[in-house]
Nanobody, 114 residues
Framework: VQLQAFGGGLVQAGGSLRLSCAASGGTFSSYRMGWYRQAPGKQRELVAAISSGGSTNYADSVKGRFTISRDNAKNTVYLQMNSLKSEDTAVYYC?????????WGKGTQVTVSS
């Protein structure tokens, strides 16, 4: 599956952004979809994930601020990010997972200015 992420940018602290990730070439509805991020000098970390059945899980640092959702008809997963903080600054990556196989999209930069 090929993944393409959109929606990154520069936003002030307290603001919002919505990331989108469009998938092609696979059975989107069967994949667990996730958003990961990597800040400079840090390891890539899971931000949020949504299963094929719609169950979600979030990193503690984003609970209550970020919401992951998916639209299987559009082969797209979203990450709504509210109340952004400077520590949310990172490159955000879309991930598709099924049967021990990971696919990654190119990242999109999110920069939060304080």
């Amino acid at each position: 599956v090929q993944l393409q992420a959109f929606g990154g940018g520069l936003v002030q602290a307290g603001g919002s952004l919505r990331l989108s990730c469009a998938a092609s070439g696979g059975t989107f509805s069967s994949y667990r979809m996730g958003w990961y991020r990597q800040a400079p000098g840090k390891q890539r970390e899971l931000v949020a994930a949504i299963s094929s059945g719609g169950s979600t899980n979030y990193a503690d640092s984003v609970k209550g601020r970020f919401t992951i959702s998916r639209d299987n008809a559009k082969n797209t997963v979203y990450l709504q990010m509210n109340s952004l903080k400077s520590e949310d600054t990172a490159v955000y990556y879309c991930n598709a997972y099924i049967r021990s196989m990971d696919s990654w999209g190119k990242g999109t930069q999110v920069t939060v200015s304080s």
